[in-house]
Each structure stands twice: as structure tokens, then as C-alpha cells.
T-cell receptor, first 114, second 113 residues
Framework: DADVTQTPRNRITKTGKRIMLECSQTKGHDRMYWYRQDPGLGLRLIYYSFDVKDINKGEISDGYSVSRQAQAKFSLSLESAIPNQTALYFC?????????????FGPGTRLTVL | GNSVTQMEGPVTLSEEAFLTINCTYTATGYPSLFWYVQYPGEGLQLLLKATKADDKGSNKGFEATYRKETTSFHLEKGSVQVSDSAVYFCALSDRQAGTALIFGKGTTLSVSS
């Protein structure tokens, strides 16, 4: 089945470490997004990309960077992790041809920064 | 800027009770509106959507109508089941941010038998 996958699913790291979260999709969608979920805050947008050459900051991009290696791959990096980046991270995809631009979410990566 | 406000939970109901979760939004233009559901330990799944005013989205017994005049998109279900226990998120599609979604804070629903 066409899908959105995220690796790793869980990660525990220490303050100051560099971390990369990866997202892959087999849906053939052109748009990809990274969100973080915190209890009581819903999901907030970190970065989004319309294609390999088009990357944009979201609401809370500070402390994060991204790379769109191919249409199907979108990675999120924390250059120097800090404890308040402990959260559940979701990748999502969409496509310009989808009415209303519905998004499809991966299963999430639970990141803990000690 | 655009925003979504939904009722705070948790909402606790008995099986077969009627469910309403309120959602209102602020947006320029005409966004698309969505309800997503997150079951325990899982990612988000689209529950239903509406892309223009007066559209009604429906799925699995849930319904929501896009009301432009009241800027609302309330979620309803006539008879909830234990399996409906989850976190429900109202969201809008923000054309100013590349059609990224703006989410409400989520409402936790717990249904007991």
C-alpha cells in the first residue's frame, strides 16, 4: 500500500546531540510537511516543502533544519537537541491535485531529549 | 492570522450517547476544513472534510457542516461507541502557508460501556 513512513519511531538522546528524523512516502505526492505535537497544544508546523527546490519555514522552525533529498524523502534535523524539543513529530504529505489539500500523516516519531 | 478553536476536553460519555465537539475558526478567504482523529499510540487519520461553505462531511457516523456565517465546523455523532475513544482535532487548510494545516488543540473523547 502507498504509505508515509517515519524512522526512527522512538529516540532518546542527550542535550547537544545532533538528531535526524526521516520521512519517506510512496504516494507520489509533491508536498511534504513536518509537525510537532505537544500535549495540550495540538500540532504545529515546523517546515514544509512543495518540491525538492522549494522549502519554507513554518510557525516554529527555530532550532530545526530540513532536507528534501528527493520527492519522496523529507528529513528533519535538530542540530543541537535541547529538552524542550521533546515531543511527538509527524511527517505529512499532500498534493496540489487533492481537493481541499487533505494531508496524509506518518505514524510519528517520539523524541525524548534528556 | 488564521486560527482554530475547539472545545477543551476531556469529554466523557456513555456508549450510545450523542456527541458534539465544537470547532470555530478564523481565516481569510475560504479555507478547507477537516476533522482528524488520533487513536491511542497512532498517527492522525482524516475523519472527514469540507471544502466549501454549506458542505457536509461525513464518515463512520460522524458529521460536520461548514458554516461560513458562524465560522464553525462542529463535529457530531448520534451514538458513540467505545471504539470512538480518541483525540479529535479540528483543522483548516491555510493557503498562506502552502496549504499547511492549522490545528486546534485537540479534544479527548472517552466513551465507557
Amino acid at each position: 500500500d502507498a504509505d508515509v513512513t517515519q524512522t526512527p519511531r522512538n529516540r532518546i538522546t542527550k542535550t547537544g546531540k545532533r538528531i535526524m528524523l526521516e520521512c519517506s512516502q510512496t504516494k507520489g505526492h509533491d508536498r511534504m510537511y513536518w509537525y510537532r505535537q505537544d500535549p495540550g497544544l495540538g500540532l504545529r508546523l515546523i517546515y514544509y516543502s512543495f518540491d525538492v527546490k522549494d522549502i519554507n519555514k513554518g510557525e516554529i522552525s527555530d532550532g530545526y533544519s530540513v532536507s528534501r533529498q528527493a520527492q519522496a524523502k523529507f528529513s528533519l534535523s535538530l542540530e543541537s537537541a535541547i529538552p524542550n524539543q521533546t515531543a511527538l513529530y509527524f511527517c505529512a504529505t499532500s498534493d496540489r491535485q487533492i481537493p481541499g489539500h487533505e494531508q496524509f500523516f506518518g505514524p510519528g516519531t517520539r523524541l525524548t531529549v534528556l | 492570522g488564521n486560527s482554530v478553536t475547539q472545545m477543551e476536553g476531556p469529554v466523557t460519555l456513555s456508549e450510545e450517547a450523542f456527541l458534539t465537539i465544537n470547532c470555530t475558526y478564523t481565516a481569510t478567504g475560504y479555507p478547507s476544513l477537516f476533522w482528524y482523529v488520533q487513536y491511542p499510540g497512532e498517527g492522525l487519520q482524516l475523519l472527514l472534510k469540507a471544502t466549501k461553505a454549506d458542505d457536509k462531511g461525513s464518515n463512520k457516523g460522524f458529521e460536520a457542516t461548514y458554516r461560513k456565517e458562524t465560522t464553525s465546523f462542529h463535529l457530531e455523532k448520534g451514538s458513540v461507541q467505545v471504539s470512538d475513544s480518541a483525540v479529535y482535532f479540528c483543522a483548516l487548510s491555510d493557503r498562506q502557508a502552502g496549504t499547511a494545516l492549522i490545528f486546534g488543540k485537540g479534544t479527548t473523547l472517552s466513551v465507557s460501556s
